[in-house]
């Protein structure tokens, strides 16, 4: 006659789950997964006022006139992310010219023009320098910044003045500020 032993379940499932769930003798207590995150340049750009402001009317003189007025906001946004982050920007005027064809021709040599600005807002942690100048004919640094890394923003309002000299004819005249990075 055979005996039967029976082995309680709960013993058998004991045994089996510290099997199953055992860590193996030569696992390392920790682990290392390598992970990159790439970061894109962005590019840089420069905002400049779309419409140019009222300028007061002139009365024909035999003397020189200056006219002065604020252009608005300039803003450079440079978003190249770079390690050395560095900027300028430059400035000049056109000739001040009437009717399309420019039959009256103020030539921009002759408007003995300047440029001066303050800094408005910059990116903590850079130095931004305006620098004034008074001959506007060849573009020439206004506005640069100092090293730095980066994102970075800044932005200034100017002043720029023109001197219409004396005798000149009658007409309405127009010109272009153009501001450049340069």
């Known amino acids: 006659m055979r005996t039967r032993t029976i082995v309680p379940i709960a013993i058998i499932t004991a045994v089996v789950g510290t099997l199953a769930f055992a860590a193996p003798a030569s696992a390392a207590d920790t682990g290392a997964t390598p992970v990159t995150v790439a970061v894109a340049a962005g590019g840089i750009d420069i905002t400049v ?15 020189a006139q200056d006219v002065s007025f604020v ?7 440079d978003g190249r992310a770079a390690e050395d982050a560095a900027w300028t920007v430059g400035v000049t005027v056109a000739d ?3 009717g399309s064809t420019g039959a009256a021709v103020i030539n921009r040599a002759a408007l003995n023009s ?9 990116t903590a942690g850079y130095t931004v320098t305006p620098t004034a100048l008074t001959d506007l004919t060849a573009v020439d640094a206004v506005v640069q910044t100092g090293v730095g890394a980066g994102i970075n923003q800044s932005s200034w309002i100017p002043t720029v003045t023109v001197v219409i000299p004396a005798n000149a004819t009658a007409g309405d005249y127009s010109s272009v500020v153009t501001h450049s990075l340069l």
């Open 49 to 63: 006022p779309v419409a140019g402001p009222d300028l007061p009317d002139l009365t024909a003189s035999l003397l």
């Open 71 to 77: 252009l608005g906001a300039v803003e450079v946004i």
């Open 96 to 98: 001040f010219a009437t």
């Open 114 to 122: 300047a440029y001066s600005s303050t800094v408005v807002s910059t």
